[in-house]
C-alpha cells in the first residue's frame, strides 16, 4: 500500500444516500487481518440500514454498511496466524453494530469471522454467500438438526436463504419440499425441491398430499408473517420443529403446541452485535466452501455490475424488490 487513505461509500444519516468519502485505512487490532475488498454482496438489511428502518441491527453513524464480503488479505496482525497475506477469503463480518462494512477497498476483520474463499467460486459469488449461507445453516443445522430421511418445508424457496436452505438440507440427505409462486416453479425444482404454489393450495391440501396429513419433520420460515403462523400448521405432531429468520410480530403458539411441536428463531447478526460465537460463523463459512467446492451450491445471482461509486443505484434496486437474485458490488475494479 503506499496510501493511507482508501475509498468508502458512508452512511452519515439515515435515509440519505451513501456518499463516496476518503477516509483512513482502519488500524489493525489483535486477533484481525486487513482486508482488500474485491466484491460485497448486497442484502436487503443494508437497505433497510440505510432507510433507519432496521433499529435490531444497532448502526450507528457514520456507518460503512456491507454486510458481506469477499477478498485478499492485504495484512495480518502480529500473532495471527490462521491466514497470510495474500490469502483470498470471504465472510459476514459488518456493518451493523458499528462494526465497518464491506463498502469499502479495505476492511479489518475479525480472523474468527472468516474463511478461505472456495475455489469453485469468484470473488462475486463468494460476497453473495455469507449472511444467506449462514443464516440457512443455523436453522437448519444448529437449531433443527436436519438429518437424512427428514421431510423438510422451506417457505420462500427461490428467496435468497431459501434456495441456500433447499441445499442444504438436500446435502444432509432430507427429501425437500418448497413454497412459491408458479412462476418460480422452475427455479425451486431446478435446486433439487418439489415446488408447492402457494397461491394455489392451502395448507392442509400439501400437508396431506406430501405428508399423508402428518407434517414436516422441519418447516423454515424465510418469509415471516402469515407465513410463519402457516409453518405452525405444517409440522410434523410430536416430532415437528418450525425455524423462522424473520419471527417478527405477534403469533399465536397453540397451533404449533397443538401439534406438540418446536419451535426455534434464528438471527445471525447476534455474534457481530455481542462479540460472542464469531468462531462459529468462521466455521459455517468452511462448510459453505467445502461444500461449493463439492460442487453442491447453485447460486441465484443478479448479473448486473454496479461499482462503489454506484452503491446507492444498487441499494435501490434491492430496496425496491426488484433484484433478480443476490446483487454484489463490484468494489475492486
Known amino acids: 500500500m503506499t496510501t493511507n487513505t482508501m475509498q468508502a461509500a458512508v452512511l452519515e444519516n439515515f435515509g440519505a444516500p451513501l456518499a463516496l468519502t476518503a477516509i483512513e485505512i482502519p488500524p489493525l487490532r489483535p486477533g484481525q487481518v486487513l482486508v482488500r475488498i474485491a466484491a460485497s454482496g448486497v442484502n436487503p438489511l443494508d437497505t433497510k440500514i440505510q432507510a433507519g428502518n432496521a433499529a435490531h441491527a444497532q448502526a450507528s453513524l457514520p456507518a460503512i454498511l456491507g454486510i458481506d464480503l469477499a477478498g485478499t488479505v492485504e495484512a495480518v496482525h502480529a500473532g495471527e496466524t490462521r491466514f497470510q497475506p495474500g490469502d483470498e477469503v470471504f465472510g459476514m463480518t459488518g456493518g451493523v453494530g458499528g462494526v465497518p462494512g464491506s463498502l469499502a477497498q479495505f476492511a479489518a476483520v475479525d480472523a474468527d469471522l472468516l474463511a478461505i474463499k472456495p475455489h469453485a467460486l469468484d470473488m462475486r459469488q463468494a460476497a453473495a454467500l455469507p449472511l444467506i449461507f449462514i443464516t440457512a445453516w443455523e436453522g437448519l443445522v444448529d437449531r433443527a438438526h436436519v438429518r437424512a430421511g427428514q421431510k423438510v418445508l422451506v417457505h420462500g424457496g427461490a428467496g435468497g436463504v431459501g434456495h441456500i436452505a433447499i441445499q442444504i438440507a438436500r446435502a444432509f440427505g432430507a427429501e425437500v419440499y418448497a413454497t ?26 400439501y400437508v396431506a398430499l406430501h405428508t399423508g396429513g402428518e407434517g414436516f419433520d422441519i418447516v423454515y420460515d424465510t418469509v415471516g408473517g402469515a407465513t410463519l403462523d402457516a409453518s405452525f400448521a405444517a409440522a410434523r405432531r410430536y416430532r415437528g420443529h418450525v425455524v423462522s429468520c424473520l419471527g417478527w410480530g405477534a403469533h399465536k403458539l397453540a397451533p404449533l403446541s397443538f401439534r406438540a411441536a418446536t419451535y426455534s428463531g434464528v438471527f445471525t447478526l447476534l455474534p457481530l452485535l455481542s462479540g460472542r460465537e464469531r468462531a462459529h460463523h468462521g466455521e459455517i463459512m468452511r462448510e459453505a466452501a467445502r461444500l461449493a467446492d463439492a460442487g453442491g451450491l447453485r447460486l441465484l445471482m443478479d448479473e448486473r455490475r454496479f461499482t462503489l461509486a454506484q452503491a446507492n443505484q444498487a441499494h435501490a434496486i434491492v430496496a425496491a424488490g426488484h433484484a433478480r437474485g443476490k446483487l454484489v458490488i463490484d468494489v475492486a475494479c
Do not use: H, N
Not at 412462476?183 to 391440501?205: M, N, P, T
Open 180 to 205: 412459491g409462486s408458479a412462476e418460480q416453479k422452475d427455479v425451486i425444482e431446478g435446486l433439487g425441491a418439489v415446488a408447492i404454489d402457494y397461491r394455489s393450495q392451502s395448507v392442509d391440501d
